[in-house]
């Protein structure tokens, strides 16, 4: 089992940055897919971005392709989220979460991760 713990959120005017960091749990981590997801009041919890377990492999929504970067230090067991020229559309609770064992490393379903912290606030003023 692992578990999750997201930080680094906040408030930031557009065109800013934030850098969410999730760590985790567990010494099997650096054997984890991982992705990250967000959610804003009345939507659908939708996907951000993933990294592969060696960490050299990433896959990124289109609306924050160049903008958002995923990475990770397996020594620390943390993934991290570099968010920048942020928009007040990316406001959201953003999720770290694993992939579930047999699905696609690169899932954009929320329903092929299996654990996930309790999320992070970001809200983008304009």
């Known amino acids: 089992q692992v578990q999750l713990v997201e930080s680094g959120g906040g408030l930031v005017q557009a065109g800013g940055s934030l850098r969410l960091a999730c760590a985790a749990s567990?010494?099997?981590?650096?054997?984890?897919?991982m992705g990250w997801f967000r959610q804003a009041p009345g939507w659908e919890r939708d996907f951000v971005a993933a990294?592969?377990?060696?960490?050299?492999?990433?896959y990124y929504a289109d609306s924050v392709k160049g903008r958002f970067t995923i990475s990770r230090d397996n020594a620390e067991n943390t993934v991290y989220l570099q968010m920048n020229s942020l928009k007040p559309e990316d406001t959201a609770v953003y999720y770290c979460?694993?992939?579930?064992?047999?699905?696609?490393?690169?899932?954009?379903?929320?329903?092929?991760?299996?654990?996930w912290g309790q999320g992070t606030q970001v809200t983008v003023s304009s």
């Open positions: 979460a694993t992939v579930r064992a047999g699905s696609r490393w690169n899932s954009v379903s929320r329903y092929d991760y299996d654990y």
């Open positions: 567990g010494r099997t981590f650096s054997s984890y897919n």
């Open positions: 990294i592969y377990w060696t960490g050299r492999v990433t």
